[in-house]
């Protein structure tokens, strides 16, 4: 092979091991700066006033929005969840986008809901058109059941926004369990900081293999496939580490639209969701912090580490990955529509750092990770590099992804502590040294794939991510009897008191 050859993949592979390198670093810097708000957090919890908060007549209501198509695995533990959320005033908005299976059946059997007329305002656009509107016919549950023409995710929760009686708008995903607490949680932030803050985001946990009664979890266990098991240990490095650190340094870009809550006034100011980009809850915080930038308003975009909504992970590799190749057509597409923003000043720190940061590491890592992958054991082939080199290059690319884990893991353990068994703290683990063999180079392709279809463009679809649903133990039904609601004052009473 001709010199210049192996001089080009010399210096190739000295940039992937560089960009290896630093990544892995940033990350590290992310979880140091996540670890110091957890700190901060912990103190923080004897006092947070979460039952002044509840009892307040100044809590601002919400308007939980819960978008779903053929979802009827886990729709009503979802939605049994989500009416047993521990808040002063709130409603629960299904929006039923056409579901060709069973997923309003389930509800109105479970809920016992009826039609009623309702006028609902354009406030945002929409493009499917409603068919109907039902609630409850003999339950006080609030809860309104949308059913609409199909036209995607995005177009069911502008349909929601429309529908949405209250000021504060939190957007849910149909297979996704909130803990009692989450809601009061993560709209903490609008009782402490009502003028400035405008959007907040909690915590992402995979519910695989956790026990569900009456749409609460009440035994958190690992799963018992190791397909999900890696990706408890990813969700846990990105969703709570990653994003917590963005936050704290206030260059947060991503709030899932798992779990997230919103001022519904701002939601209509700036159009809703946009209808062109498949990512559309990040593209909507990304948009939100243009319009606000550009107006010099002085604002807060939040991670709250405290609240947590269960959600199921893919089982099956199929599965995951139609979700990885659409999350990173939607990064793609978010930074494509946005680059204006990138190391622009006008946009501070979102412009100069949290921008140009998802781009090189983002954005192109699933392209510098495969390009490693060929790359350096081709070096190693023709002599381009020695074997000193490709040991130092697996140590840093994943010998420091795995430490990077452990930490993750460690940071976890200590501020939260939810999985309280050694064999799940063992299989966490054994699931991080899994997760740099096979699950990463895979995960990497199926990113490149979402590239190249953003680049290449084309329709845009809410994939049906097939469900297994949630593991139900069976109780009575979810209703509360009158004769139960003496049972609930005494519960909040001993609350009250700290008993």
């Known amino acids: 092979m001709a010199e210049w050859v192996r001089q080009l993949l010399t210096v190739t592979d000295v940039f992937i091991l560089t960009y290896f390198l630093v990544i892995n670093s940033s990350y590290l810097v992310l979880i140091v700066l996540a670890g110091a708000e957890f700190v901060h957090h912990l103190r923080r919890v004897p006092f947070a006033g979460h039952e002044e908060t509840y009892r307040s007549p100044l809590t601002e209501p919400v308007s939980v929005l819960v978008p779903a ?24 908005i299904v929006i039923d986008d056409g579901s060709s299976d069973d997923t309003f059946e389930r509800l109105r059997e479970e809920f016992g809901l009826v039609e009623v007329p309702r006028v609902v305002p354009d406030a945002t656009p929409t493009r499917g058109g409603i068919v109907s509107i039902h ?63 405008v959007a907040s985001g909690g915590v992402i946990r995979v519910a695989n293999g956790c026990t569900v009664v009456a749409g609460r979890i009440v035994d958190v266990r690992m799963p018992r496939r190791w397909l999900p098991r890696v990706q408890v240990v990813e969700y846990l490095r990105a969703f709570l580490l990653g994003r917590t650190g963005w936050s704290r340094v206030g260059g947060l870009l991503i709030i899932s639209g798992a779990f997230g809550i919103f001022r519904r006034d701002l939601l209509v100011e700036v159009g809703g969701l946009a209808h062109d980009c498949i990512g ?68 501070g720190r979102i412009g100069l750092v949290a921008m140009p940061y998802y781009v090189l590491f983002e954005l192109l890592a699933p392209v510098i990770e495969l390009a490693g992958v060929i790359l350096v054991p081709l070096g190693l082939w023709v002599g381009a590099v020695d074997t000193h080199f490709a040991l130092v290059f697996i140590a840093v690319a994943y010998g420091y992804a795995l430490l990077l884990n452990l930490i993750a893991l460690t940071v976890e353990e200590y501020s939260f502590h939810r999985y309280h068994r050694w064999t799940d703290l063992v299989a966490s683990v054994l699931a991080s040294i899994v997760e740099n063999v096979g699950y990463r180079q895979l995960t990497a392709l199926w990113r490149v794939m979402g590239m190249w279809s ?24 979810f209703a509360r009897t009158p004769q139960e609601e003496p049972v609930r004052a005494r519960e909040d009473a001993r609350a009250e008191s700290g008993s």
């Open 280 to 347: 559309e809850d990040a593209e909507l915080v990304v948009r939100l912090h243009k319009h606000l930038r550009r107006q010099k308003r002085d604002y807060r975009i939040v991670f709250v580490a405290e609240p947590v909504s269960w959600s199921e992970a893919p089982s099956t590799l199929k599965v995951l990955g139609k979700q990885r190749r659409r999350w990173h057509r939607g990064i793609a597409e978010i930074l494509g529509k946005h680059k204006g923003m990138i190391l622009n000043p006008r946009y």
């Open 135 to 197: 609630v409850p016919g003999e339950r006080p549950d609030p809860l309104v059941v949308v059913r609409k023409e199909n036209g995607g995710k995005t177009d069911a929760l502008n349909t929601g926004i429309n529908v949405a009686q209250h000021p504060l708008v939190c957007m849910v995903d149909a297979d996704s369990i909130l803990d009692p607490q989450a809601l009061l949680s993560v709209a903490k932030p609008f009782s402490d900081d009502p003028v400035r803050t």
């Open 69 to 92: 198509y053929n979802e009827s695995a886990g729709i009503v533990q979802s939605v049994q969840a989500m009416l047993a959320l521990r808040y002063p005033v709130f409603e629960v």
């Open 454 to 477: 953003a680049l290449r463009g084309g329709k845009h679809v809410w994939g049906e991510m097939t469900r297994t649903g949630f593991q139900t133990v069976q109780t009575q039904p």
